[in-house]
């Protein structure tokens, strides 16, 4: 066995080695993540960060059991990870939402279990801390990205899982809208207290949310660096130590920080 | 906003006032041409509108009306409760659709008229031959539709499905089903389309009511092309009615995000 990365303080939830994927393609096989181990603690927030195209989101797709890796393990709990499971929440971008169903027919959906009151005061707890309230009756359609986005954070913790995986979720808003709703799911990440996995392009918003940027490498993916970010929240974005934190990345990923 | 606010009503106005308006153009120039002319070859609005109020005077104009509406129904049902299923289940179950392809590219192309001697054959002369004939007009296409909106569902609902712990039936059932709902009813409605299109050849085969057997009947007795052309306008009058009800149905709330998503598809 790889030994983890480093000791870490705090509970071990996931537990990723020696984790490798390669697509068969027609003419050649495709290579997209070669020999990863990661260790993530209970209740952190991690960032993965790469270029596009690197396979960040494969990676996030096999840790979310929706690919079988071709070889290696990702282990949550101490437990082998063999498909998806509703304790462990994948947020798309915002197209994951079901344009069929209302903002409440949405929240509600994996709550098919529960009775229809305790359904009812779940959504509207969630309805409310998303600050949706007013377009619970509303269709997707109707909204605007970032309220689509607020929706589906809502319907996975109605669940309340332990895990949240978020694939870019807010790469395609407009950057006001971004900035917003970083703050927002860091407000949630604090009170629900759940263990996050943030895919990203952004350095900006990886150093703005995260405990700990794991930084990959183009294809094949391998973990370049893992930058422990130990600022407090909220952070303030023209510290130095903000743009210590900052450059350092951009540095290690080859980019000149001028344009 | 201001300019929006003052250019909206007056278009909305025109989009209802136009197509009628388009109509008793087509009236009055169809009824001038005649008047005009010194050997018609079509009857005039005016004898034909006579025509349809004496069918109705007679009671066959409801008779013929609802034996057409009698036939497509059932065909077309038939065609729907056929065709949707094996659709989405060639769909689901990959290799059958690849082997069901190069069926559906062949047999498409025959139009429905051709199968009139088999039908024949098979069925007999009378109702059951009609109703197969639209049958087999309207069930290709269904299939056809079904497949790919089943093919156009997004993998990244199929995953949230899964993610939310739901059982292939519990897919099938709040996904599968409500995800291909819109493109499915566009399918649907063309397929009326075209059952209601092939209602006058299904009707060729020696039955003796509709509005099929009216256009046939008119002329072999007696060349009244006035019913002939009665016959016609009911066809397409009925036609236009009910694309008019099934477009309803797409834009019930629940099925109109379809209308959303295309017209975003477009503009992206």
Redesign the interface.
């Known amino acids: 066995m790889i030994p983890a990365a480093e000791s870490l303080p705090g509970r071990s939830k996931l537990a990723i080695r020696g984790l490798s994927m390669t697509f068969r393609g027609e003419l050649d096989d495709v290579r997209v993540l070669e020999d990863l181990a990661l260790d993530v603690r209970e209740g952190e927030f991690v960032c993965i960060l790469g270029p596009s195209g690197c396979g960040k989101s494969t990676l996030l797709n096999i840790v979310a059991g929706f690919l079988p890796p071709t070889a290696g393990s990702v282990r949550i709990d101490g437990e082998e990870v063999r498909g998806p499971d509703p304790r462990r929440i994948f947020v798309f971008q915002e197209r994951g939402v079901f344009p069929w169903l209302t903002v409440e027919g949405n929240i509600g959906f994996g709550l098919g279990r529960l009775s229809r009151t305790e359904r009812e005061r779940r959504v509207a707890h969630y309805v409310q801390l998303v600050g949706l309230k007013g377009f619970e009756k509303a269709y997707p359609h109707e909204l605007s990205g970032g309220m689509k986005q607020r929706a589906e954070v809502a319907r996975a913790l109605a669940v309340d899982p332990d895990m949240l995986y978020l694939d870019e979720p807010f790469g395609a808003l407009d950057s006001i809208t971004r900035l917003v709703m970083r703050g927002e799911l860091l407000r949630i990440w604090q009170t629900e207290k759940k263990t996050i996995l943030f895919v990203t392009h952004d350095i900006e918003e990886s150093v703005q949310l995260a405990d700990r940027v794991v930084v990959l490498s183009a294809r094949p993916a391998r973990i370049r660096r893992i930058v422990e970010i130990e600022l407090p929240h909220p952070r303030d974005l023209s510290s130095r130590r903000y743009l210590e934190l900052r450059d350092g990345i951009f540095e290690e990923i080859g980019l000149a920080h001028r344009i | 906003m201001s300019e929006k606010r003052s250019f909206r009503p007056r278009t909305r106005l025109a989009s209802r006032f136009l197509p009628f308006a388009g109509l008793a153009a087509l009236l009055l120039l169809w009824d001038l041409a005649i008047r005009l002319s010194l050997a018609p070859l079509l009857p005039g609005p005016l004898a034909v509108f006579r025509a349809i109020g004496e069918l109705a005077q007679k009671g066959f104009l409801v008779k013929h009306v609802v034996a057409s509406l009698f036939r497509v129904t059932w065909g077309y049902l038939l065609a729907v409760a056929i065709g949707v299923p094996l659709g989405i289940l060639l769909a689901w179950y990959r290799r059958g659709g690849l082997a069901f392809a190069p069926i559906v590219e062949m047999v498409r192309p025959i139009s429905a008229l051709a199968w009139i001697p088999l039908a024949i054959l098979w069925f007999g002369v009378g109702d059951l031959s009609s109703v197969f004939i639209i049958f087999i007009a309207s069930v290709l296409p269904l299939a056809v539709s079904a497949m790919s909106a089943v093919g156009n569902v997004?993998s990244?609902?199929w995953?949230?499905g899964?993610?939310?712990?739901l059982a292939p039936r519990?897919i099938a059932r709040?996904?599968l089903l409500?995800?291909i709902?819109p493109r499915l009813l566009v399918g649907l409605r063309l397929a009326l389309g075209i059952a209601w299109l092939v209602v006058v050849a299904a009707e060729m085969i020696a039955v003796n009511s509709g509005l099929g057997f009216l256009i046939i009947d008119a002329r072999n007795a007696g060349n009244r092309y006035d019913l002939v052309v009665a016959g016609m306008v009911l066809i397409g009058t009925i036609g236009v009615v009910l694309d008019a009800v099934m477009r309803r149905i797409e834009r019930l709330?629940?099925?109109?995000?379809g209308y959303?998503?295309a017209a975003a598809e477009e503009a992206a």
């Open positions: 997004s990244i609902h995953n949230a899964r993610n939310f712990g519990q709040r996904v409500p995800a709902l709330p629940g099925l109109r995000w959303a998503s």
